[in-house]
Structures are given as structure tokens and as C-alpha cells.
């Protein structure tokens, strides 16, 4: 037993100082420790400071503000509990896992965005995301809107959020492929959209905005289901 703990804590202890990648397989509890690795604003090409193994737990860890470079990157399904950015960089967490895949986000928290917190890469697969709360961002979510090779279905779950101001909108979504935003009880700031519309596209083109939907196939969200502020 008191060999398993020093190693625990030496694996945590590898953690807190690195300066590059962390992977995960399993579980790791950071314990509310803060962990990062540098920033370089809104470059897409930096490396996380996370990569969760398919089947993957990460909780209890705050992401360094003006180092969480690309945040939590999820390669299958995993698990994000209790995670937080007070500063995200490029994107707080992207799903990369296929079809049949899941990330479930369970309480955290994300401020000072300028674009969005969680980004959906993964054809197939799904983002559950409950218990958050989000300050100042551009979106919540937003299902790729000109990834290579890019198509669909992503689907995600907002459940019992609250988010300060989202300037962009709470969740985006590709109708053209067959993307499904399903959102109950949250809570937002009063003037802010809540589940938008767009064209999804292959990469080299800007994908288009439809526009706010309610209750439709992309959009399964009432306005009975969202608490203004």
C-alpha cells in the first residue's frame, strides 16, 4: 500500500512540472492542483496539456491561466470531473473520439474564452456536459465546423449549466450533418443565443451561420428550457 501511494505521488509530482504533454490512461486525480504549459493564444496547432486515453478519467485539476495551451484533448471516450480553466487559451477541451464515443464533462468551470470552451472533432460521438458554469466565452460548444474529411453526426447534452455570457452562443451545431444539440436547464445571460445553426464544410472554407433554431432536429432545446439573466 505505502508503495503504491510514493508512486502516486511521484506521478503526480512528474505531472505538476511538466512542461510538455501529459497522457492519461485510467484515472488521475490532481487533488485541485494547477497544471500547465505555456500559451500561444489562439494558435490551433499547440499540443494539449492533457491527452486522455480512450477510457481516460481526469478530475479535480485546474489548467494554468496563461498556460493551458490546447486544454484537454479526449482520443476516445473519457471522463472530465470537476476540471477547470480560469483562462482558456485555444480551446478548453476537444473530442477527438470516433463513433460511438463519449466525453462526459461534470461540474468545472471555464472563463475568458474569446472563442469556445469545448470543441467536437469526432464524427459519431458525443459531449455530455452537466453541472458547468462558464463566465466570459464566445460559445460553450461547437461541432467542427471545417474539419478535414469533415461530416457528421456529433451530438452533445447541456444539462443544468450556467453561463455568465456567452458572446457568440451557447452551442453550434452543423444541420447539414445531422448534428443534434439537445439542451435542458441552463441558465444564461439575457441577449444570448442558445443553440445556432450552420452550414458545416471541408476545411479551406468558412462554415456559414444559419441562424438561432428552437426545436427542431439540430436544435432540440425550448425556450421553456433556458433561464435568462
Request: hydrophobic residues 30%; contains cysteine.
Amino acid at each position: 500500500m505505502q508503495s503504491k501511494l510514493l508512486l502516486g505521488l511521484f506521478l503526480a509530482a512528474v505531472i505538476t512540472n511538466a512542461n510538455a504533454t501529459s497522457t492519461i490512461s485510467g484515472s488521475f486525480d490532481g487533488g485541485g492542483k494547477t497544471y500547465g504549459t505555456s500559451c500561444s493564444g489562439g494558435s490551433e496547432s499547440q499540443a494539449p496539456v492533457f491527452l486522455l486515453k480512450d477510457g481516460a478519467t481526469l478530475k479535480n485539476v485546474v489548467l494554468k491561466a496563461g498556460a493551458a495551451a490546447d486544454g484537454v484533448h479526449c482520443e476516445g471516450s473519457c471522463t472530465l470531473s470537476n476540471v477547470k480553466w480560469p483562462d482558456v487559451c485555444e480551446d478548453a477541451a476537444t473530442m477527438k473520439g470516433g463513433s460511438g464515443k463519449t466525453m462526459t464533462v461534470s461540474g468545472g468551470s471555464a472563463d475568458k474564452a474569446d472563442d469556445k470552451v469545448f470543441q467536437h472533432n469526432g464524427k459519431g460521438s458525443t459531449i455530455k456536459i452537466s453541472g458547468f458554469t462558464a463566465g466570459s466565452i464566445g460559445k460553450l460548444y461547437r461541432s467542427c465546423g471545417n474539419c478535414s474529411s469533415n461530416g457528421g453526426p456529433r451530438y452533445v447534452n447541456i444539462s443544468n449549466t450556467t453561463i455568465s455570457n456567452a458572446s457568440a452562443g451557447v452551442a453550434g451545431v452543423n444541420a447539414n450533418f445531422g448534428d443534434k444539440a439537445t439542451i435542458r436547464s441552463i441558465t444564461v445571460k439575457k441577449g444570448n443565443s442558445v443553440c445556432i445553426e450552420f452550414k458545416g464544410v471541408q476545411k479551406g472554407s468558412e462554415s456559414p451561420k444559419v441562424g438561432e433554431k428552437w426545436n427542431t432536429a439540430a436544435c432540440d432545446v425550448s425556450k421553456s428550457d433556458v433561464t435568462y439573466k
